[in-house]
Nanobody, 119 residues
Framework: VHLEESGGGLVQAGGSLTLSCAVS????????MAWYRQAPGKEREWVAS????????SYADFAKGRFTISRDNQKKALFLQMTRPNPEDTAVYYC?????????????WGQGIQVTVSS
């Protein structure tokens, strides 16, 4: 199973950016998906989650009203639309996916992608 994040980079405060995470490999299905982030010198923190159907989402307080998590099950992809980012959102962003196999489930992580918000 391979997770590939894309869409990161440099963005101005108040702008917008959309992160993507493509899932590939051999597996039975995909369960819940989530975004996490880790700023320099800080612990990795949860950003947002979405259930397997996409019908239920949840957000960290700092993401509510600014970030939108979504998924495309046909394309096996996860997205995070970031609006009105601020410099405190600068971090490496990771996608986390629960992959379903016939014998069980395993969480997989992407390698992370840098997002830098300039003031």
């Amino acid at each position: 199973v391979h997770l590939e994040e894309s869409g990161g980079g440099l963005v101005q405060a108040g702008g917008s950016l959309t992160l993507s995470c493509a899932v590939s490999g051999s597996f039975f299905g995909i369960g819940g998906m989530a975004w996490y982030r880790q700023a320099p010198g800080k612990e990795r923190e949860w950003v947002a989650s979405i259930n397997n159907s996409g019908g239920r989402t949840s957000y960290a307080d700092f993401a509510k009203g600014r970030f939108t998590i979504s998924r495309d099950n046909q394309k096996k992809a996860l997205f995070l639309q970031m609006t009105r980012p601020n410099p405190e959102d600068t971090a490496v962003y990771y996608c986390q996916v629960t992959v379903v196999f016939q014998v069980g489930r395993l969480d997989h992580w992407g390698q992370g992608i840098q997002v830098t918000v300039s003031s």
